[in-house]
């Protein structure tokens, strides 16, 4: 299994921006899809953005869908998100995810994940 340290959170002002980093180790990252979620208090873990291992697609949410992009350094075995434009609706724990197989934005079939990082984005 990869394990997974996410890095980056904080508390933001509605409109500005954070960069989220994951950084990866134990297997070999390469050959991870990855994917970020969160989950705001008191609902269900959620999909945000996944990229395959090659690095060659990427798929978001729709709710984050032209503000925010995935992207890894496979040299430096580190995952990121880049958010922008954040709304205090942004506020979670963000997640880092592994996958074996496929990418998706089924929580279910993510193979590792990460502890978490907190993002706060006040109005």
């Known amino acids: 299994q990869v394990q997974l340290v996410e890095s980056g959170g904080g508390l933001v002002q509605a409109g500005g921006s954070l960069r989220l980093s994951c950084a990866a180790s134990g297997r070999t990252f390469s050959a991870y899809g990855m994917g970020w979620f969160r989950q705001a208090p008191e609902k269900e873990r959620e999909f945000v953005a996944a990229?395959?291992?090659?690095?060659?697609?990427?798929y978001y949410a729709d709710s984050v869908k032209g503000r925010f992009t995935i992207s890894r350094d496979t040299a430096k075995n580190t995952l990121y998100l880049q958010m922008n434009s954040l709304t205090p609706d942004d506020t979670a724990v963000y997640y880092c995810?592994?996958?074996?197989?496929?990418?998706?934005?089924?929580?279910?079939?993510?193979?590792?994940w990460g502890k978490g990082t907190l993002v706060t984005v006040s109005s």
């Open positions: 995810a592994a996958y074996r197989n496929r990418i998706t934005a089924n929580v279910g079939r993510v193979d590792s």
């Open positions: 990229i395959t291992w090659a690095g060659d697609f990427s």
